[in-house]
């Protein structure tokens, strides 16, 4: 049983708000041996995580760690959904700067998402793709701080130590991009295409006439802090 398996199963029962107890007896096994399956210290046969599945609406991919979504769906570009329209609406009703600064965001990572479209360099899509998804995981994590009852199970890195693992991957990340844009003479695998990335403001406007007022306020907003 791979180790992923007693973190979800104890989430799980967690999220429902039942007591090893209660979870056991509809289980139909002893507190005691779901305490083992919890803590990892014994394996389970396939009928019991098949039954626990069944019991806690979720797909045997997904008890098991095999995939992040509750019915073990494998997500391909064509099935991830665009903005969330109802968070957009509850947004709204709310305060103007999650707005505000949700929309300068999201349309200056399409801006750089597009770039990234244009020079087609696997390698650099990749490093950014991570760095920008540490940053939002590490600030999704602060959140979740904030309510002291939430499930510390929903993630494997323990949070003593996931802000220092998350900035030094996040350097790392910085590091191997810096290194394939700046040694690019002495690396025959780089040839990146220098005019695809020609980039003014004349030509971001031309081609991103939406948004890059959004990006030039990021631009902006983020000197400022640094100053």
Known sequence: M???FPRILTLLRKERGISQKQAAAELNISQALLSHYEKGIRECGLDFVVRTA???????????GRSPERTGATLSVDDLPESDTAADNRL????ILPVLNKKLIVNSLTIIFDLLQKLD????TTEVSNYLMLSVYHMF??????NP???SNLFTIPQNISSQMTTAQMIQCEARLRSMI????NKKEYKFDHEKLSISTE???QNYAQLTSSLLNLIKNSEGLLK
């Open 2 to 4: 791979n180790s992923d």
């Open 54 to 64: 069944d019991f806690y609406g979720v797909s045997c991919d997904y008890l098991l």
């Open 92 to 95: 709204s009703r709310g305060s």
């Open 121 to 124: 360099q696997n390698a650099v």
């Open 141 to 146: 994590r602060m959140l979740y701080r904030i």
């Open 149 to 151: 009852k939430n499930e």
């Open 182 to 185: 700046e040694n690019t003479e």
């Open 203 to 205: 030509s971001l406007q």
